[in-house]
């Protein structure tokens, strides 16, 4: 029998595996909770992202009366960053209620909250109540995993989507999208003293970021996350400072909001650059939304009010994550993120979460779990 206070244990478990990305190395981890959620029933299947990496899908029932239920979350995380860490980033010690650990919020806790829920529920439920967990590999590089899963056909159905990103156990309907692109432009080299005999394409990768800055976007605001933002991250060019650069590299962070289009917004920009811009996509993941009156969004709001002791209202996460690329499979079906973490914490020195809120969410998706099964 597996029980709430089992999460802890069970968080603790998986920040003791180091499974930072990268390299990941995810698929002990995965071995280990697919071990756990057989032995409970479930059926689970590895999917290789490389030596040493896996994603894990574990299902049980057989979806004849509901679409089934999904969870979601990645086991992967970030590096640790250059600041020393107080406490040991992989030895999963508590102090004063809290667990400290890289990925403790993001989003070890979550995983193993959502897990040792479904596996203390799944005895219990109907044999025609499905839920599918999808436990993924390299999240924090892009979505790779999921996307990884997408692409090779293997995430099957869901009716809704949970995403145990840390939200401290507040339900959030969305995030925003994002298009991450390279634009380079290119010229003719020459020697730096005959500038005229040569094409300096970082004049024309200057030209392209100021037409970059005066980008405005004409689709209506979104009434949740408002209006979509453009940002220049990096400007690369030109090797020695005596010749004329024949190269040079503009990397462009732009996230979307529900009310985008990514395609057509490709489209609009590649022809503000002008064909002396290549424009390459690099991540592309669609925001993700569901309406608040959405019923079982309200249900979930309404589930979640007494274990928080306030009543939610709509809002959104600051982050993406692994339901844009889920949701292409799946049609969008209504998608809340909801996790134990701490969004505060995530990829901070010292990253900690809460166990009270780690025992609390477990209530929270047992009761989703049982919702789902019972109507
Ligand atoms: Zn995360």
């Given at each position: 029998m597996v029980k709430a206070s089992d999460a802890v244990e069970l968080t603790k478990e998986l920040v003791r595996m180091n499974t930072i990305n990268p390299p990941g190395q995810e698929e002990r981890c995965a071995r280990h909770l697919g071990a756990l959620l057989e032995r409970a029933g479930f059926e689970a299947s590895y999917h290789s992202l490389g030596e040493g990496r896996a994603s894990l899908i574990a299902t049980r029932g057989n979806g004849s009366s509901k679409l089934p239920l999904c969870f979601t979350g990645h086991i992967d995380t970030v590096p640790l960053g250059v600041a020393r860490w107080r406490m040991d980033p992989f030895a999963a010690e508590t102090d004063s209620g809290k667990l400290y650990g890289r990925g403790a919020s993001d989003m070890k806790c979550g995983v193993a909250a959502f897990s040792v829920a479904a596996m203390r529920m799944a005895r219990s439920l109907p044999s025609s109540c499905a839920l599918s967990l999808v436990i993924t590999a390299g999240e924090e590089t892009g979505c790779e995993g999921a996307f990884r899963l997408y692409r090779d056909g293997r995430l099957g159905k869901a009716g809704a989507v949970v995403v145990a990103e840390p939200s401290s156990n507040y339900p959030l309907v969305g995030h925003k999208g994002v298009l991450w692109l390279k634009a380079t432009t290119h010229g003719v080299s020459a020697h730096g003293s005959m500038p005229r005999e040569g094409i300096n394409a970082v004049y024309r990768a200057a030209h392209a970021v100021t037409?970059?800055?005066?980008?405005?976007?004409?689709?209506?605001?979104?009434?949740?996350?408002?209006?979509?933002?453009?940002?220049?991250?990096?400007?690369?060019?030109?090797?020695?400072?005596?010749?004329?650069?024949?190269?040079?590299?503009?990397?462009?962070?732009?996230?979307?909001?529900?009310?985008?289009?990514?395609?057509?917004?490709?489209?609009?920009?590649?022809?503000?650059?002008?064909?002396?811009?290549?424009?390459?996509?690099?991540?592309?993941?669609?925001?993700?939304?569901?309406?608040?009156?959405?019923?079982?969004?309200?249900?979930?709001?309404?589930?979640m009010a007494p274990i928080l002791g306030e009543t939610p209202v709509p809002r959104v996460a600051t982050y993406f994550s692994d339901a844009a690329a889920l949701n292409r499979a799946y049609g969008d079906p209504p998608t809340v993120i909801l996790g134990p973490g701490e969004a505060h914490m995530a990829h901070q020195t010292d990253e900690y979460c809460v166990l009270e809120k780690v025992e609390k969410s477990v209530a929270g998706y047992e009761e989703i779990i049982g919702r789902w099964c019972q109507s």
């Open positions: 037409r970059l800055e005066q980008f405005r976007f004409s689709n209506p605001p979104h009434a949740l996350m408002g209006q979509a933002t453009l940002n220049v991250g990096t400007l690369h060019g030109g090797l020695n400072i005596n010749s004329v650069p024949d190269q040079a590299e503009i990397g462009i962070d732009i996230r979307t909001v529900p009310t985008v289009d990514h395609a057509e917004l490709i489209r609009l920009l590649a022809s503000e650059l002008g064909p002396e811009v290549d424009l390459q996509t690099l991540l592309n993941l669609n925001a993700v939304y569901t309406e608040a009156r959405e019923p079982w969004i309200q249900s979930v709001f309404e589930l």
